[in-house]
């Protein structure tokens, strides 16, 4: 008898039977165009109007967008640029520039100029997709950035502005001999589709170049029970930018699943959102800290109760556990939270609830959602010492959070080496503890933890207990440098009421935290300086309260 691998030998190799299916993001919405045509998509556009779409739309229109950028001479592999808002354009420029095997090269609008002309520069973008509102910034660098021939503006030809930029033309006039029934060429399966640079708070920001087959790896995993919580039904408002991590993923994620989507544009602000909360009963809204803080004091103000929506996920920055309970409580909103990072593209933990955990106490459920979460299937996590040891999974300890996996950054866009280890591991930048049952805690940026007398002090934790104080809006620890103990933590507080007293704060701190980790001052601020992906800009403060502490 002949063996079973003979056999396979003679086939050709060890291989199964089964097709390959070349994976291509195309495939996403052509599904979704045949499977959930009238599944809304709706956005607010520049005017303020709710303007409404559908799959079905943002697929023809995407097909008329790819045809045309292939007639205009965009090649396979080519970065085609775009500063844009979450709209319905923004969906169709998603799958119409990865569909025709170009790249979706997501920028950044609220980066310095200077790190906008590095990245356009760096991605040499021969064309550039734009808002009208963005065209002055474009002006200003343009001369800064030649490898861009064209610009193309997120328009109709009568709402085309006066503007120098080169070769202008109007998204519509683009588009307009384009073939709907365009078909997507067929592509490699780890050829680029997005790329997303990071914001570079240190040094130039650095790329990362998803694939196709990542892109819709990580869409499946999204999808996933464990994923971001989403239920068929749903109607998910994206405060998340469509310009940071591929919008997380969702406008795939949506487009997979059918899922209406709420794109709120420019308008930001809680009217504008309460507004299209309530008008399209949004069920799930996905988000960073920052944005659901401004969100919560407007509807408090108010008194506003946001009676559609049930969940939110909250990533990019910890969740404060007063965050968590105010939503329940105020709103009966479930709060789920996720970790990720550009170069994870971004899903890799989230915080999903379980029967257990509706079971506990409110008390211990919130403090078991200021975890970071489970990592969704595909993805590994490990944590290390400084010697590169695997650290126990017991909750306790805590060192590098490494990852590994199919969506996970191997190496940034045009640079000579590897990002990862020998054995595939991408260090995050990030502290961490991981507990017997597979929960993973952000203990700290390592960049931002407080190195105070060769202790570690965690900024995060130090906050999460702050900002449960009724006085305090939000808070924000640093590390200090201190002549003693090299650094000491420094609290900054901006209140929510005329209150100001910093006794009343150490004194709620007390049995909150380590003797040892009391801040050395508490400091109140009018505000806290946010980055260009709405997080708080540690750096800057760090520089402003560098001699806080020495005088
Ligand atoms: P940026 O360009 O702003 O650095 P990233 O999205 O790549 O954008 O930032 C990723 C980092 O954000 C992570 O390494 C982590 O430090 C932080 N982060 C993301 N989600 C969370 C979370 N849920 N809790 C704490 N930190 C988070």
């Keep these: 008898m002949v063996s079973l691998s ?119 973008n021969r064309i550039i997709f734009l808002e009208t509102v963005f065209a002055p910034l474009l002006e200003a660098i343009q001369a800064n950035c030649p490898t861009v021939e064209k610009y193309v503006l997120l328009c109709s030809k009568e709402e085309m502005p006066e503007t120098t930029l080169k070769d202008a033309i109007s998204y519509e006039e683009f588009i307009d001999d384009g073939d709907e029934s365009y078909e997507w060429p067929e592509l490699e399966e780890d050829a680029p589709c997005g790329l997303c640079y990071t914001s570079g708070t240190t040094g130039n920001p650095k790329g990362v170049l998803y694939s196709h087959k990542s892109t819709l790896l990580h869409a499946w995993a999204g999808s996933s029970a464990n994923g971001l919580g989403l239920d068929k ?83 990019g920055s910890a969740v404060p556990y007063a965050m968590i309970k105010q939503f329940d409580e105020e709103h009966g909103v479930n709060v789920v939270q996720g970790w990720g990072m550009t170069e994870t ?72 080496s590897d990002a990862v280890d020998k054995d595939g591991w991408f260090d995050t930048g990030d502290i961490s503890s991981i507990d017997p049952d597979g929960y993973m805690t952000i203990v700290d940026r390592a960049k931002d933890v407080i190195k105070s007398g060769g202790e570690w002090i965690s900024s995060v934790d130090l906050e999460n207990a702050a900002q449960s104080h009724p006085d305090v809006m939000q808070a924000c620890v640093i590390g200090v440098a201190h002549p003693k103990w090299d650094e000491r933590p420094v609290l900054l507080v901006v209140p929510a009421n005329e209150k100001k007293d910093k006794d ?17 001052d508490i400091v109140f601020v009018e505000e806290l300086p946010i980055g260009a992906t709405g997080k708080v800009l540690k750096i800057e403060l760090r520089e402003k309260f560098k001699d806080h502490l020495m005088k």
């Design 504 to 520: 009343s704060i150490y004194a709620f701190l007390e049995d909150k935290i380590a003797k040892w980790w009391k801040p050395d």
């Design 6 to 124: 003979t056999q396979l030998k003679k086939r050709g190799k060890f291989m199964s039977n089964m097709q390959s299916w070349k994976q291509n993001v195309g495939s996403i919405i052509n599904y979704a165009e045949r499977i959930f045509p009238e599944v809304e998509i709706v956005s607010r556009a520049l005017s303020g109007e709710i303007v409404k779409s559908n799959y079905g739309q943002v697929a023809k229109r995407a097909k008329k967008l790819g045809s045309s950028l292939e007639a205009y001479g965009i090649k396979h592999g080519q970065n085609v640029g775009s500063l844009a808002l979450n709209t319905y354009r923004n969906m169709e420029m998603y799958y119409g520039i990865s569909g025709m095997g170009a790249v979706m090269h997501t920028i950044n609008f609220r980066l310095h100029p200077e790190q906008v002309v590095y990245i356009i520069n760096h991605a040499e």
């Design 233 to 315: 039904d749903d109607s998910i408002l994206m405060v998340v930018p469509m310009f940071h991590v591929m919008g997380w993923g969702l406008p795939y994620i949506g487009a997979m699943n059918g899922i209406k989507l709420v794109l709120p544009g420019m308008g930001m602000d809680g009217a504008a959102l309460v507004e299209l909360i309530e008008k399209e009963k949004v069920t799930l809204a996905f988000g960073v800290p920052t944005i659901w803080l401004g969100l919560l004091n407007y509807c408090k103000e108010n008194s506003i109760t946001l009676n559609t929506v049930k969940q939110t996920v909250i990533g």
């Design 345 to 416: 593209s971004p899903l890799a933990t989230a915080n999903i609830k379980t029967k257990e955990m509706e079971a506990l106490p409110k008390e211990e459920l919130y403090k078991l959602q200021t975890k970071q979460g489970k990592p969704v299937f595909g993805v590994e996590l490990k944590i290390i010492d400084d010697d590169g040891n695997k650290l126990p999974e017991d909750g306790e300890a805590y060192g590098k959070l490494m990852i590994r996996g199919p969506w996970i950054n191997k190496r940034y866009y045009k640079h000579d």
